[in-house]
């Protein structure tokens, strides 16, 4: 069984930071691309970052420069550093795998202005 699990989110006043970690059973990240999602209310699921099997990693430009994303295989979790937070920010932030197309539950992230 494959599980997923996000944890880190919370409520951060505008330009703080947030980690957010996505800690996974059943599949070792180190062997997929895993990417962060995110998803606000009345919006699409946005892909924030990647980071593929390689290590190489990837995200837009509206996020560029703020957050990063990274791996510890021996802990098998990726984390999403967040910096410079921005009211629109905020949203539930998805841990996915192109493997197989996992999905976390999500982790709620609320940046204040």
């Known amino acids: 069984q494959v599980n997923l699990v996000e944890s880190g989110g919370g409520l951060v006043q505008a330009g703080g930071s947030l980690r957010l970690s996505c800690a996974a059973s059943g599949v070792y990240l180190g062997a997929t691309d895993v990417d962060w999602y995110r998803q606000a209310p009345g919006n699409q699921r946005e892909l924030v970052a990647t980071i593929r099997s390689r290590g190489s990693t990837n995200s837009p430009d509206s996020v560029k420069g703020r957050f990063t994303i990274s791996r510890d295989n021996a802990k098998n979790t990726v984390y999403l550093q967040m910096n410079s937070l921005k009211p629109e920010d905020t949203a539930v932030y998805y841990c996915?795998?192109?493997?197989?197309?996992?999905w976390g539950q999500g982790t709620q992230v609320t940046v204040s202005s």
């Open positions: 996915h795998t192109t493997w197989r197309n996992y």
